[in-house]
């Protein structure tokens, strides 16, 4: 058969198209419906030292995380100017509640700058940033004061898909989720949620969504007093292990079964 280079050239073209649809799929999403998957246990790790299938997790204060994927991508969350030890992240999200969750003046030598709200205030934010071997995602919320709405669409769940596992920050999170807010998130592995049950949703809030989130890994953030955390982690006791990291930083992988869900408690630096 002779050799048809427009015909060899489309079907080449057909097999990338398909490859980057596969890498933009969440497997997060394709899986929200199973039970819970393999659980993560934790271990201090210093940048560079992950492993093929390890993801780093170091916390920075507040709500701000750095995850560092097995290739190296670097992300920061809820950045405010601040990204931690180590070398500039390569993407950073933000939320729009108050100044110590975003900056109006990133640093312009970010790649990727992703903020939980749309600047232009029309429709809610979208995104979905496939980078290297991390797709970024986001789910969005709305933000109240005093039972009145401030600002729609102003705060994101950030879904971080890496390495197998399903990372969530619920940002600033003021209000229950639908069952639509639930469905888009998917399965979350880990989830970093505040627990100053104040200025975000309550404690019993966020303790009845750790649950329905089936989580894994809840990492709590966004706390002023050992008081609202502990109280937390008593709302948590029974179904979910209390464990108190040596330090601000952890790794994470699928290999590893640990008896049953936890609470890791991570001190800020």
């Known amino acids: 058969m002779p050799f048809r280079p427009?015909?060899?050239?489309?079907?080449?073209?057909?097999?990338?198209?398909a490859g980057y649809a596969a890498a933009q799929t969440s497997t997060c999403l394709a899986v929200a419906g199973n039970e819970f998957m393999p659980r993560v246990i934790p271990a201090a790790f210093a940048p560079g030292e992950l492993g093929d299938d390890e993801v780093g997790i170091t916390y920075v204060g507040h709500s701000?995380?750095?995850?560092?994927?097995?290739?190296?991508?670097?992300?920061?969350?809820?950045?405010?100017?601040?990204?931690?030890?180590?070398?500039l992240p390569d993407v950073v999200t933000m939320n729009?509640?108050?100044?110590?969750?975003?900056?109006?003046?990133?640093?312009?030598?970010?790649?990727?700058?992703?903020?939980?709200?749309?600047?232009?205030?029309?429709?809610?934010?979208?995104?979905?940033?496939?980078?290297?071997?991390?797709?970024?995602?986001n789910v969005s919320t709305d933000l109240y004061y005093?039972?009145?709405?401030?600002?729609?669409?102003g705060n994101s769940i950030f879904i971080f898909e890496v390495a197998g596992l399903c990372i969530g920050h619920l940002?600033?999170?003021?209000?229950?989720?639908?069952?639509?807010?639930?469905?888009?998130?998917?399965?979350?592995?880990?989830?970093?949620?505040?627990?100053?049950?104040?200025?975000?949703?309550?404690?019993?809030?966020?303790?009845k969504l750790a649950g329905q989130l089936r989580s894994s890994m809840v990492i709590p953030m966004h706390f002023f007093s050992t008081y609202?955390?502990?109280?937390?982690i008593a709302g948590m006791a029974g179904k979910f292990e209390t464990v108190m990291a040596d330090g601000s930083s952890t790794k994470v992988s699928l290999k590893?079964?640990?008896?049953?869900?936890?609470?890791?408690?991570?001190?800020?630096?």
């Open 64 to 87: 701000a995380f750095r995850i560092e994927t097995p290739k190296g991508v670097a992300i920061v969350t809820d950045y405010a100017g601040y990204s931690g030890e180590g070398r």
């Open 228 to 232: 609202t955390l502990q109280r937390f």
């Open 96 to 137: 729009h509640a108050h100044s110590s969750h975003y900056t109006s003046t990133p640093n312009p030598a970010i790649p990727h700058v992703l903020p939980g709200w749309n600047p232009d205030g029309a429709n809610p934010v979208e995104h979905r940033l496939q980078l290297d071997d991390v797709l970024i995602r």
């Open 256 to 269: 590893t079964l640990p008896a049953r869900p936890q609470v890791m408690v991570l001190s800020p630096y």
């Open 6 to 17: 427009v015909l060899w050239l489309a079907t080449l073209f057909q097999l990338l198209l």
């Open 171 to 207: 940002g600033h999170l003021h209000h229950k989720l639908t069952p639509e807010h639930i469905a888009r998130i998917g399965r979350l592995d880990i989830l970093f949620v505040p627990v100053d049950g104040t200025y975000t949703m309550s404690l019993a809030g966020m303790i």
């Open 146 to 153: 005093d039972g009145a709405m401030l600002e729609k669409d």
